[in-house]
């Protein structure tokens, strides 16, 4: 988890809201994500979805059998759709994110009895680290909004 906090970082240092993910197979990490929502002008790019990606490429296929993936914040819907396609064992998450969180906070995704794989999760791992971040993050951002409002 905390390989994923860095990534988390580099993401705040990069002015994109702080998430990062990481994949590990068999105690390696194979993917590496951060945010890059706005560096890459989608919004597909969130910091799972590269992780995910990094990995496929490190196997060469799109499942990920035998992988878990390690994530700052609370995917969202699809980023626990696209965990459960990946066909990742194991998701471990940070902080809860109550707007969007598809794991506990809005929904449990991962429950449904629909799903064609079934992903382990749990979450609470480094919150704590996690959360400051975020909250750093969103202040900084209030802030320097404030800031320009002075301005004019």
Do not use: W
């Amino acid at each position: 988890m905390g390989e994923a906090i860095k990534m988390a970082k580099i993401a705040f240092q990069n002015d994109e809201v702080p998430v990062g993910a990481i994949v590990v197979y068999e105690g390696q990490i194979i993917g590496r994500g951060l945010n890059q929502v706005i560096a890459k002008n989608s919004v597909s790019s969130h910091a799972e979805i590269n992780a995910i990606n990094q990995a496929s490429k490190f196997f060469q296929n799109y499942r990920l059998k035998g992988c878990d993936i390690y994530v700052t914040l609370e995917p969202c819907h699809m980023c626990a759709k696209a965990i459960v396609d990946a066909r990742i064992n194991s998701l471990y998450f940070g902080a809860n994110e109550p707007k969007t969180g598809a794991i506990e906070s809005i929904d449990q995704f991962l429950k449904r009895g629909d799903l064609n794989h079934k992903v382990f999760s749990s979450g609470g791992h480094l919150r704590e680290e996690s959360s400051h971040l975020l909250r750093k993050f969103f202040q900084t951002k209030r802030k320097n909004k404030h800031s320009l409002k002075n301005l004019f």
